[in-house]
């Protein structure tokens, strides 16, 4: 399992370049104040969308039903939460209570 470091200073839009499985990605992060939610899109080194806008929610794989396209990161995407609370991160609460994990392979 691999933690991707997200910033946690409430920044509302940014994006990353992270290594999955050997294969460079970008992740680009939204706060939707209206929902009050992260999306997440990954995008590969062309900036082609492979998927966009996933919500970022506790307790689920983020994207199941994707992981079988081979252009996309071979793994599951999950939301850990270090309490019991199981709700999704709020603006500062990603990187800190909540999250975001890669688990290679599933």
Request: charged content about 15%; aromatic content about 14%; proline content about 7%.
């Amino acid at each position: 399992m691999v933690i991707i470091p997200t910033l946690t200073d409430g920044t509302p839009y940014y994006d990353q370049s992270i290594e999955l499985n050997g294969v460079t990605f970008n992740l680009y992060f939204e706060w939707n104040e209206v929902l009050g939610r992260w999306r997440m899109s990954v995008l590969d080194t062309n900036d082609v969308t492979l998927i966009a806008g996933m919500t970022l929610v506790t307790g689920v794989k983020l994207n199941y039903g994707f992981s079988c396209d081979p252009t996309f990161p071979q793994g599951s995407f999950v939301i850990l939460d270090s309490t019991t609370a199981f709700t999704p991160p709020g603006l500062y609460e990603l990187g800190t209570r909540c999250v975001l994990a890669f688990t290679p392979g599933e």
